[in-house]
């Protein structure tokens, strides 16, 4: 695998889709001395179940330890902090980490209570904890959602937890952009894979999910982030950060030059979350037949999207599903509708081309 590659694969089971994941990319070629220590990071920003559109699923940390302990690794550890005020060791179990923890004889490490020492990030200096620059290889698992003051929380904004609580509240006077960027360039971003099951619509903190079904791997997390914004509806510049990332070489912001590769793609999986009554309102002038929940979930983001900027939709209903193959109609979402008089390919679509789409 390489700095431009991007892969997705599209599914309901996070385990398998996490240990192919680690299979295409060939991880064990990437880590390679088997001696390493290993760390994930995953993002438990609260004790809420992953459900809740929060929380990365333990089921793709469980996925990728399958992996590597199949492999001969065996020092690994799962890092995390929660936000200010929570408790790192309840979310531990109530996302499922801690039995992880004691099925598979990996540790669970709360950054909260760990040491920590101060390092210069290119010009700023920030506190970081021991145990994540202790590791010799760092997996990042954060979650695609969106976030009420950044737009989108991803690869770069994931290793907030790896600072302790009187970082996490500088970084909030400082504006969070600028050192977030900072704190990429000593933290390590060895590999990526974003959860992207059932991220939140715009809150970090979950409760309103929005089915995606869909895991990404990466090893640039600016590239990998610029990715996530165009899924969600949001421009790269509409993030400071990656910006800013980019400028101190932490990697590329240019999506022209991705390799995204969509592997093993089994779209067949619709939502089975009930639709918040916020979903409920942006979707009613919506014609669901059988539509694939990556396909669906990106024309929920889109909506989204548009209701923030203004933007209304002139033409409805909008049609999306494979019920829609091979059938005429007006206004359509996906490849399933390529026989509408207007209509978006893309299987799936993302929600910023939909959005351009839906505006004209």
């Known amino acids: 695998m390489k700095k431009e590659d991007i892969l997705v694969i599209y599914g309901n089971e996070p385990k398998e889709m996490a240990r192919k994941i680690c299979e295409n990319a060939s991880l064990e070629t990437l880590i390679g001395d088997k001696n390493k220590k290993i760390g994930l990071k995953p993002n438990l920003v609260l004790p809420h179940k992953a459900e809740n559109g929060a929380t990365t699923h333990s089921e793709v940390a469980e996925g990728i330890i399958e992996y590597l302990q199949s492999k001969g690794y065996f020092d690994i550890s799962i890092i995390e902090g929660s936000c200010v005020g929570s408790d790192t060791e309840q979310a531990f179990r109530v996302c499922g980490y801690t039995k992880l923890a004691e099925t598979y004889h990996v540790k669970n490490i709360d950054t909260r209570k760990d040491t920590w020492t101060v390092h210069n990030c290119k010009g700023v200096e920030i506190k970081i904890c021991n145990s994540a620059l202790s590791v010799d290889y760092m997996i990042n698992l954060p979650v695609l959602k969106g976030h009420c003051q950044t737009k989108i929380t991803c690869a770069l904004k994931n290793n907030k937890g790896v600072i302790p609580d009187s970082e996490k509240r500088r970084f909030h006077t400082m504006g969070l952009h600028k050192p977030i960027a900072h704190l990429n360039t000593v933290v390590r971003n060895d590999f990526i894979i974003v959860d992207g099951i059932c991220g939140d619509l715009n809150f970090e903190e979950g409760g309103t999910p929005v089915q995606m079904n869909r895991l990404i791997g990466a090893m640039d997390p600016v590239l990998c982030d610029a990715y996530v914004c165009g899924l969600i ?13 980019e400028e101190m070489g932490i990697g590329s912001a240019d999506m022209t030059k991705a390799n995204v590769m969509e592997t093993d793609q089994n779209k ?16 009613k002038d919506i014609k669901s037949k059988d539509a694939c929940s990556a396909c669906y979930g990106s024309l929920i983001y889109a909506l ?5 900027k203004g933007i209304s939709v002139k033409y409805t209903p909008i049609c999306i599903g494979q019920e829609y193959r091979g059938k005429s109609g007006e206004v359509g979402i996906g490849n399933c509708t390529r026989g509408f008089q207007k209509s978006l390919g893309g299987c799936p679509p993302k929600a910023i081309d939909i959005m351009e789409f839906l505006s004209k």
Do not use: F
């Open 233 to 245: 509806g949001y421009e790269v510049s509409d993030v400071q950060y990656i910006k800013i990332a």
């Open 304 to 308: 989204e999207r548009m209701k923030e």
């Open 268 to 283: 067949k999986h619709i939502d089975n979350i009930k639709p918040t009554n916020r979903i409920q309102a942006l979707v």
